[in-house]
């Protein structure tokens, strides 16, 4: 049985080349469709005839959900890039595409290009081995192909992401998250503070920021199509101190499309090499209807949140001392453990106050439903969160001696171990 593949060069020779040595006798593999187009190549991806999809680096509308898709479908992908285009070469790496061939080897090494891709389970592979299925293809080619090593762009960074979730009913995710930010940025640790609520996003105007930016929109816009880079990421970032740094979110629900699931990991990647702890308020929905109602491409809103807790090297679950939000939180925390196998999120109490339940009745409760510890209490301080919210600043600058803000600091010191030293 012959090995399909698709093919979507735009006519430029190599494609060429390939059918030709594809008619000979013996050759094992056939090409069952030149596409014109990346929608092509994806409607012919469903019909499982094929194996591989060869395509141009310069192919329009290829992008990381183009990516993600074929990979959903099986098909491995052979990326074709100008031999003097560096560029072309890092994009087609950065939205996915793991199998690389220069333009000017011959049929011969990118048919030893498909035969790796078609062994490589891509959409199984760790970061690290997809950079190696990467090196071996180039290992392989003629020497007179020019290879560069990836530079600090492309790698994995040394930052440390922690996504600050939450239930429903507004046990106040957004505090949390600029709290830890700003006490962990106010020891010299530089911090990348990423507002990734799909539903009500307003850390923008937490900081005085109400000027509309790109923010986390337009980075994963550049994500997707492979130019998302250090620069573009600073360069989006707002400066909110001398070590903090805000990517605001979507200012208005209805734009919940433009945050890409499939852009989420490459942008973390870059966050990891701008700071060295990158804090992300997430959305509190972690349902998957979409997938249901729909067919399983179409946009899901929940996708980003769910995106940025598979990434997360941590996950904060926080939730409200009070009955009710504690009800909230169980039921959370069995849907977030369904949604993310394997997860064990490090729980914080926010808005403890004495007339709705003690520290020790929370902990007993959440230990007896979900058999996870409280890493930390939080108390109510309704004046100084909303001096600080009302002002645009953050609550160590509203109320500095604080019970809330002093609480945080420690919080954080649990989260960085470096900071109860300093």
């Avoid at 020779?13 to 593999?29: C, I, K, Y």
């Avoid at 990517?247 to 734009?255: E, N, P, V």
Wanted: hydrophobic share 50%; charged share 20%; with cysteine.
């Amino acid at each position: 049985m012959s090995t399909g593949l698709l093919t979507a060069g735009n006519g430029q020779s190599w494609e060429t080349d390939l059918v030709a040595a594809l008619d000979r006798p013996g050759a094992g593999m056939t090409v069952v469709r030149r596409c014109v187009d990346i929608a092509d190549v994806l409607a012919a991806a469903t019909t499982g005839e094929a194996q591989v999809a060869v395509l141009s680096a310069d192919l329009r509308r290829l992008d990381s959900e183009a990516v993600q898709r074929l990979v959903a479908a099986g098909v491995g992908i052979v990326g074709i890039h100008p031999a003097a285009d560096l560029r072309a070469r890092t994009r087609l790496e950065r939205i996915g595409v793991e199998v690389l061939v220069a333009d000017d080897t011959g049929p011969a090494a990118l048919l030893q290009a498909v035969r790796l891709a078609m062994t490589t389970d891509v959409a199984g592979a760790s970061a690290a081995a997809a950079h190696r299925v990467v090196a071996d293809v180039r290992s392989s080619l003629p020497p007179t192909t020019p290879v560069s090593e990836p530079g600090p762009l492309e790698s994995a960074g040394i930052g440390r992401v922690i996504a600050v979730w939450g239930p429903a009913g507004a046990p106040g995710r957004s505090t949390v998250a600029a709290g830890l930010a700003v006490e962990m940025a106010a020891t010299g640790a530089s911090t990348l503070l990423v507002d990734a609520d799909v539903y009500g996003g307003v850390l923008g105007s937490a900081f005085g920021l109400l000027d509309e930016s790109p923010g986390l929109a337009g980075a994963c816009r550049l994500a997707a199509n492979g130019k998302l880079d250090l620069i573009e990421l600073t360069r989006l970032a707002w400066s909110v101190g001398p070590d903090l740094r805000l990517l605001t979110g979507i200012t208005r629900a209805d734009r919940w499309p433009e945050v890409r699931p499939s852009a989420i990991p490459a942008v973390l990647a870059v966050t990891r090499s701008m700071a060295t702890m990158v804090l992300v308020d997430c959305g509190f929905c972690l349902e998957a209807d979409e997938e249901i109602t729909f067919d399983t491409v179409a946009p899901r809103r929940n996708g980003a949140t769910l995106a940025v807790l598979a990434a997360a090297d941590q996950v904060v679950a926080v939730g409200s001392a009070d009955p009710a939000g504690m009800e909230r939180l169980i039921r959370g925390l069995a849907e977030l453990a369904e949604a993310i196998p394997g997860i064990r999120p490090t729980v914080v109490l926010n808005r403890l106050r004495k007339t709705a339940a003690s520290a020790d009745e929370t902990a007993a409760a959440l230990n007896r439903f979900t058999g996870l510890p409280v890493a930390g209490t939080l108390p109510e301080d309704r004046a100084a969160t909303d001096l600080a919210w009302r002002l645009g600043i953050s609550l160590a600058e509203a109320a500095p001696s604080s019970p809330l803000r002093a609480a945080l600091r420690a919080f954080a010191g649990m989260l960085l171990p470096s900071l109860a030293r300093a």
